[in-house]
Every structure is written in structure tokens, then in C-alpha cells.
């Protein structure tokens, strides 16, 4: 359910051209200000990375949780110096949530422009180690990777026709390319299932919604750092950087 709606004193009634200029103005892009995102799984790390970048540009962003509610709150305070926030709290393995999430989002907002699907979970595991993992390891992964992002593009998709054009970035990653790497052998296919479902789905939605896929490898923070270990995670940390 929404934790906190956009009140009157949060919200940005300015035109989308005083946006784009206020955005201009940082030296940033200009062609979001005045739209709406959903970033799932935007309480840290990536997601509120997205959600506040779309916020210096001008896009309104719901902020998506399913425990971290306190870290939610603090990236809807940052993106409020710029744009209207709505913090929600959707377990985004489930599809009610995802029906929930979306319909919380227009009544507050009144459209969906973009949509990041950056939610995501795994089980550390060496890919040797089948005994490591269980079908129910799979399925778990699978439901949060891959078909979570299905059911929030399946929901999101008449509101971004209702406005002529929409957005979709799928957060997948480098596993679900190069098949030898990533946490375990449930997260790499789960991410290579969500490119194919990314390529699959830019041909039937688009022109007019138009989806791609991030595939970002290591991602400095402190989920990697518990998965692989201090030491391994302090060599990761040498490796060049995508700038």
C-alpha cells in the first residue's frame, strides 16, 4: 500500500517547461521533466540511484519497497527537492502487488510515462555446486527477476498507450549474457530469461513502447560485498569502472 501520498505540500505543480527549465539549469537533459517513472526496488543501491537521477531530470518517480520502508522514505525526501515522490510499499513477486503498485501510482500521479524494472534477488552459489540450490531457489528467483518485470509491463502498458509513447529499462545483467558468470546458476538464467523476454517484448509493443535491457556487471555496495566476501569483493573493487 502507499506509505505516504503525495500531500499538496510535496507536490510540484509547476509547468513541465519551468521544470525543464529548473532542469537545464543543473546541466542535465530535459526531455523527462514532467513525466511519471516507477522504479521497482528503489529503496537502494541501483533503484535509488535511477529514482533520483530521473528526479534531478525532472520526472516524478514513485519510489518502490517491499522492507526497507525507512530507506524509501529517504530517497522520496531527496527526489522532493525536485519533483513529486510516492513511496510504495509491493512485493513485486507478486502479481496483486504489481496490479496494486501501478494503480496506486496513476490515482496519485495521473499517468506512467516510464517504468524501471530494477527489483531483483538471488542466492549466492557456485555454479559447480548444484546441491546448493533447490527448485524452490528457482522458482523464488525466477518469480522476482523475471516475471515480475512481465507483470509490471503488462500493467503499465495501457497507461503508457493512453499517452502515446513509454519507456521500459529491465535491469538484467551481465550473467544473463555470459553464461559463466553471476551469483549462482538461478540468477543467471532468471537475468538471461529477462533479455530474451526484453527482446521478445520491444518487438511487440513497440514503436510506440519502447523496451530495452541494462546489463551491468558488479555493482559496488554492501549486498555484493555479503554475497562473495570481504576479500574477494575488495579484489572486485580494483576492476576498471564503466564511467
Same mark, same amino acid.
Request: with cysteine; glycine share 8%.
Given at each position: ?44 543501491? &541501483? ?20 522492507? $526497507? ?17 510516492? &513511496?510504495?510499499?509491493?512485493? &513485486? ?79 538484467? $545483467? ?60 575488495? $579484489? ?8
Amino acid at each position: 500500500m502507499a506509505e505516504q501520498k503525495v500531500g499538496e505540500e510535496q507536490r510540484d505543480t509547476r509547468h513541465p517547461s519551468l521544470k525543464r527549465k529548473a532542469t537545464a539549469a543543473l546541466g542535465l537533459d530535459t526531455s523527462l521533466a514532467g513525466l511519471v517513472a516507477i522504479v521497482t526496488g528503489s529503496s537502494t543501491g &541501483v533503484g535509488a540511484a535511477c529514482a533520483k537521477d530521473l528526479a534531478r531530470r525532472g520526472c516524478d518517480v514513485v519510489i518502490n519497497y517491499n522492507n $526497507s520502508k525507512e530507506a524509501a522514505e529517504e530517497v522520496a525526501t531527496e527526489c522532493r527537492k525536485w519533483v513529486r515522490a510516492l &513511496v510504495v510499499q509491493a512485493d &513485486v513477486s507478486s502479481e496483486a502487488d504489481c496490479r496494486r503498485l501501478v494503480e496506486e501510482a496513476v490515482a496519485s500521479l495521473g499517468r506512467i510515462d516510464l517504468l524501471v524494472n530494477n527489483a531483483g534477488t538471488t542466492k549466492f552459489c557456485p555454479h559447480a555446486d548444484l546441491d546448493g540450490l533447490t527448485g524452490e531457489d528457482f522458482t523464488r528467483i525466477y518469480q522476482t527477476n523475471t516475471v515480475s518485470a512481465f507483470n509490471m509491463i503488462k500493467f503499465c502498458a495501457p497507461h503508457m498507450r493512453s499517452t502515446g509513447s513509454g519507456r521500459v529499462v529491465n535491469v538484467a $545483467s551481465h550473467a544473463g549474457v555470459y553464461h559463466t558468470i553471476g551469483s549462482s546458476l538461478a540468477y543467471m538464467t532468471s537475468k538471461a530469461a529477462l533479455v530474451a523476454l526484453t527482446k521478445a517484448l520491444a518487438k511487440v509493443l513497440g514503436p510506440a513502447i519502447r523496451v530495452n535491457a541494462l546489463c551491468p556487471g558488479f555493482i559496488e555496495g554492501e549486498w555484493l560485498k555479503k554475497g562473495i566476501g570481504e576479500e574477494r569483493y575488495n $579484489s572486485v573493487k580494483g576492476l576498471p569502472r564503466a564511467p
